[in-house]
């Protein structure tokens, strides 16, 4: 297995970045419908290599049945993001494609990111995959990152508080989900809120049992949210301070 910041981790670090950093500069001139027809062909790319993958290296687990582990089903905070680039690709609804991309800025960002820093798939001696896991999270934090450069998509304090409400009612059905569909080990932990993703983290562990970890985790999602949606909140403040002063005049 290769270790967290580790040869290999690092070396794949050193690929994903400078594709991050151009991302930034080159996101204004590409339109919207072709960022998501993009992720969409990346994603679907991305899961069939993932899929057989798995399958294919747990053919003996299941007698030979071409079956995918339970903890390898796309319900993570990032894997999720397949089904909403889907959702965006084929709805006409504009205010759902709004709804889903107010989800989709801080969860491919900072998931992105986190997924990057944190490498959990990656750390498997097989390349196909671990090219796949950095892909594809590179490809998402891109995205986050066209989001908040493009002047085709305005966010509001509003897609702040439905990013939150979002957030959080996906933290809980996970609990379910985990619960539902655990096999008697810890190897079905979707978005982390069973346990965290790597032993041995400064922060999010299990030293002081699981209820600190889940309060830990909410209040990390809670600032990562909010500073991802920094600006639209300084000025919604702006407007509110602004407006009392032109009715106290």
């Known amino acids: 297995m290769h270790d967290l910041f580790g040869t290999v981790h690092l070396i794949s ?17 590409i339109k919207l419908a072709t960022v998501i027809k993009i992720l ?25 049945w071409g079956y995918l582990p339970k903890g390898d089903l796309p319900f993570h905070l990032c894997s999720i993001q397949i089904i909403l680039i889907i959702i965006l690709y084929f709805s006409k609804n504009e205010n759902l494609k709004k709804l889903l991309m107010s989800f989709m800025l801080p969860t491919c960002l900072i998931g992105g990111f ?7 798939y990656s750390s498997r001696n097989f390349p196909i995959i671990t090219i796949q896991y950095f892909g594809f999270h590179t490809m998402i934090v891109c995205f986050a990152i066209f989001l908040l450069r493009t002047n ?15 957030l959080f009612a996906c933290f809980f059905v996970a609990i379910y989900l985990n619960s539902w569909i655990r096999d008697g080990d810890n ?11 790597q032993e041995g983290l400064p922060y999010l562990n299990l030293n002081q049992g699981w209820f600190v970890y889940i309060l830990r985790y909410f ?11 920094i600006v639209p909140i300084i000025k919604w403040i702006k407007g509110k301070v602004k407006k009392n002063k032109l009715v106290e005049e």
Do not use: Q, R, W
């Open 40 to 64: 969409l062909i990346g994603g679907i790319i991305s899961e069939t290599i993932k899929v057989f993958f798995y399958v294919i290296h747990n053919i003996d687990k299941f007698d030979g």
């Open 219 to 229: 209040a990390l999602a809670l600032l990562c949210d909010t500073l991802v949606y």
């Open 13 to 29: 670090l050193s690929i994903c970045l400078p594709i991050i950093i151009l991302s930034i500069f080159i996101s204004k001139k």
């Open 114 to 120: 986190a997924a990057l820093l944190i490498a959990t």
């Open 187 to 197: 190897s079905v932990n979707f978005m982390y809120v069973s346990g965290p993703p």
């Open 152 to 166: 085709e998509v305005e966010f509001t304090v509003k897609d702040y508080i439905h990013s939150l409400v979002m």
